[in-house]
């Protein structure tokens, strides 16, 4: 699934994203909105990550939606 289909589908995608990343809060879920920039910049502030291990974790999940 692209970040397109992703964002679009945001209301039931980001249970999903909740049990990936059980630090991310519901407030976290809801300002991201299902942006690939905005998850990626919450995902390396709860889990204190590099950029790039986040944009993997992302993309990893952007595949397996």
């Not at 909105?33 to 992302?58: D, S, T």
């Amino acid at each position: 699934m692209n970040w397109d289909q992703i964002e679009g589908n945001w209301a039931q995608i980001k249970g999903k994203a909740q049990q990936k990343w059980g630090k991310l809060t519901n407030d976290d879920l809801d300002i991201v909105k299902g942006k690939r920039e905005e998850m990626i910049g919450k995902i390396q502030e709860r889990y204190g990550i590099a950029r790039e291990q986040a944009e993997k974790e992302v993309d990893e999940f952007s595949n397996n939606c």
